[in-house]
């Protein structure tokens, strides 16, 4: 079987790729009661924010990597996205690594950011 599959590909090295669908949802029940008054609500992001995403890397060969990042943000309690504007409202990243290190191109998250949601 492996001579088949070395035979399919020419014996060419074989690239390694992957895509992972990841992400952090975050919901809470309130209730407050203040004197007569009780309100209970569902609400979003009680210790994070709620995010999902999609990303990727593909093995180019002779040390180089491409990779892809793309992370939007939503409400949970209403299912909408946390910016109007955006979709992808939070890391959108395309980048290139190898034995130089890695550029990165696009809309990357602050240091701060990246520590505390590091996942």
Known sequence: FALAVLGLTGGAA???SSVTLFGVIDADLKYVKTGDTNVKKLDSGGLS???FGVK????LGGGLKASF??????????GSTADANRFWNRRVTV???GDFGEVRLGRNKTVTRLHIEDF
């Open 95 to 97: 980048g290139l690594s």
């Open 69 to 78: 990042w793309l992370e939007s943000g939503f409400n949970t309690d209403t």
């Open 56 to 59: 990727g890397t593909e093995d």
């Open 49 to 51: 924010n709620s995010r």
């Open 14 to 16: 074989v690239a390694q």
